[in-house]
């Protein structure tokens, strides 16, 4: 008796193990679990990298608002330095004010005589953005001027992608730049 009752038990137990591998209840839930994080991945990536698209074109739009500014020479007529950056930023931020905030964005603005001696240094050392050498001279009528604003985004993505990262951080440096020659809006 004790023989049929442990043959009886392997049957049930085997029939109990084919059950379960024909039962396909939850196999769309279980499959869906291993692609999730790609999926939700993919889907981010993509979702900030047109977040992106849209500040770099916002970040062109308010450089070229505040170089018309300039080279007319209303930033200028201003008044003094702090005036003068702060008629600067205000054309820009019309612009950029609805995708960016304008506090964290950050100018180089330099005058020269010729565009030959118009060189810029670069503000990205090893990684690190610096904005510490970054200046604001808005020239002189008939002066070259050269604008650069900077942005940095942070990068949710950027752990997975290294497409767009540009600072060792993993954020993105969004930049703006302009190259002109001022009106001659007062004596040359």
Do not use: H
């Not at 739009?61 to 003094?80: D, F, H, Y």
């Amino acid at each position: 008796m004790a023989e049929n009752s442990e043959i009886t038990r392997r049957g049930c137990a085997r029939r109990r193990a084919r059950l379960f591998l024909r039962n396909r209840k939850g196999a769309t839930a279980v499959e869906f679990a291993m692609i999730a994080p790609l999926f939700f991945g993919f889907l981010f990536a993509i979702l900030e990298t047109g977040t992106l698209f849209l500040r770099a074109t916002a970040m062109e739009a308010g450089v070229e608002e505040a170089k018309r500014m300039t080279m007319t020479g209303q930033v200028a007529g201003a008044g003094t330095g702090p005036a003068q950056e702060a008629a600067f930023r205000a054309a820009f931020c019309n612009q950029v004010g609805w995708i960016i905030p304008c506090s964290q964005v950050k100018f180089d603005v330099r005058a020269f005589t010729t565009f030959g001696v118009a060189a810029m240094p670069n503000p990205v050392s090893g990684g690190v953005f610096n904005p510490g050498g970054l200046q604001f001279n808005p020239g002189q009528p008939c002066q070259i001027v050269v604008i650069r604003a900077y942005y940095e985004a942070k990068s949710i993505t950027g752990f997975i992608r290294n497409d767009v990262a540009n600072l060792g951080n993993g954020n993105v440096l969004l930049g703006g730049s302009a190259a002109f020659k001022n009106e001659p809006f007062g004596a040359c």
